[in-house]
């Protein structure tokens, strides 16, 4: 083999090495450009996952005793979210926080947090306006600040 065979091959294997290069360039940018789409959508869904066990509520016929135990654990837990109770003897008790609803010019939002005892915040004598009767049907509603994000459940009596 005469040198410039030598070269050309020396040249044609620095070409090959140059276009393999390229072409690993290339293939690792659209797998970055993937994996970060596909983690973009699995962040979308996680996010809509941690709201999904109080959105069950929205349009959902409830017991009363279902209510009082979630009252409860909300309260509990000290979480950042307003429970609205509308009995057929009164309307919108909130518990844990205190709500206002969305108007024309502002949107949901949570007010003060209620920082009395879950004992004391729920009535146990059927007398009093605000007892919630554990029998009795509710259906629930949702309620989303400007975040989308949900920070009240409203349940009416039926």
Aim: hydrophobic letters at 40%; aromatic letters at 8%.
């Amino acid at each position: 083999m005469t040198n410039a065979q030598k070269f050309l091959l020396m040249l044609a294997s620095l070409i090959i090495v140059c276009i393999l290069c390229v072409i690993a360039f290339k293939i690792t940018n659209e797998g970055k450009s993937a994996i970060n789409g596909y983690t973009n959508n699995f962040n979308n869904m996680t996010g809509q996952y941690q709201d999904i066990e109080k959105a069950i509520y929205d349009g959902s016929a409830v017991q009363g005793s279902e209510v009082v135990n979630l009252i409860k654990n909300v309260i509990k837990s000290d979480e950042e979210l307003a429970i609205r109770v509308s009995t057929k003897a009164s309307a919108n008790r909130d518990y844990n926080y205190n709500f206002t609803a969305e108007t024309t010019t502002t949107p949901a939002s949570l007010g003060t947090h209620i920082t009395t005892s879950v004992d004391i915040q729920l009535a146990d004598n059927k007398t009093d306006t605000w007892y919630i009767n554990t029998n009795a049907p509710f259906i629930g509603k949702v309620y989303k600040d400007a975040n989308d994000l949900i920070i009240c459940i409203e349940f009416v009596q039926q």
